[in-house]
């Protein structure tokens, strides 16, 4: 179902957004891998090992003007977005007594604002197509909200109301838009935790441990493998919030 389509996935260099577009890659899709700083050769070559295309675009997704001119390359390149996977992401984690201004706007602009950008543009092209799938990364925390992480609560919350906006906006047009919850996953996010504050976390997670890349990967390629689930927030989180 997935072969020859093209996916693209924001903040793919490493990480979860890495494990998403290696996890496509297997299924045939063809790759657009943005980037913030860097990629590495190596990742280039193992998506393209799968027999796949794989298109590097360096670029900021909190940049309204940048999320266009992915589009309008992607257009050009492949023809058409079958699937978005809006997953670049940033912490600026300080209480909410202490957090700076820029702080805040730093963590709206990648996290929300990105995901806004890159869906008002790629949207206008799924609409034409009459179809696509939209999957953008929230987290648990935009659910229960965490001390010391309000910009980012916000943020994740705030992902949620997009999702679910852009659902139904889009629904009759055959454009389904889901979000995920993943829970704590080992990736360069959590690794700058202390480790007493990850076995904290660890203790309130059912099945007692963290996530990896690609279990979040999965649940990527899963809702855009189907044609019946919109609006939804799925939490990959190994039980953390019931
Ligand atoms: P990560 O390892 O820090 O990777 C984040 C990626 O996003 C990096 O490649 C980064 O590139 C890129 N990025 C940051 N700002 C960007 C921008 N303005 N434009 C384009 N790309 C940008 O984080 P991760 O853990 O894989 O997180 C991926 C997503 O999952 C995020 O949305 C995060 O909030 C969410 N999430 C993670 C967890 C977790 O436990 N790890 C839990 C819930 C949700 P540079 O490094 O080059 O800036």
Do not use: W
Request: glycine share 8%.
């Amino acid at each position: 179902m997935l072969k020859d389509k093209t996916v693209v996935v924001t903040g793919a260099a490493k990480g979860i957004g890495k494990a998403v577009a290696l996890a496509f890659a297997k299924e045939g899709c063809n790759i657009v891998l943005n980037y913030h700083s860097s990629v590495s050769d190596e990742t280039i070559q193992e998506i393209e090992a799968c027999g796949v295309k794989c298109l590097p675009v360096q670029g900021d997704v909190s940049d309204f003007a940048f999320a266009g001119s992915l589009v309008k390359q992607v257009k050009k390149e492949f023809g058409s977005i079958d699937v978005l996977v809006n997953n670049a992401g940033i912490t600026r984690d300080m209480l909410l007594m202490r957090m700076s201004e820029e702080q805040f706007d730093a963590v709206i602009d990648t996290n929300l604002k990105g995901t806004f950008n890159m869906i008002r543009h790629a949207s206008s092209l799924m609409l034409k197509q009459r179809s696509g799938a939209i999957i953008n990364m929230s987290s648990v925390v935009g659910v229960t909200g965490n001390a010391g992480q309000a910009n980012y609560a916000a943020s994740k919350a705030g992902v949620i109301g997009l999702t679910k906006a852009t659902a139904k906006e889009l629904a009759a047009r055959g454009v389904t838009c889901n979000a995920i919850a993943p829970g704590f996953v080992e990736t360069d996010m959590t690794a700058v935790l202390s480790e007493e504050l990850q076995a904290q976390m660890l203790e309130v997670i059912p099945l007692k441990r963290a996530a990896k890349p690609e279990e979040i990967a999965d649940a990527a390629v899963f809702l855009a493998d189907q044609s019946y689930i919109t609006g939804q927030v799925l939490n990959v989180d190994g039980g953390m919030v019931m």
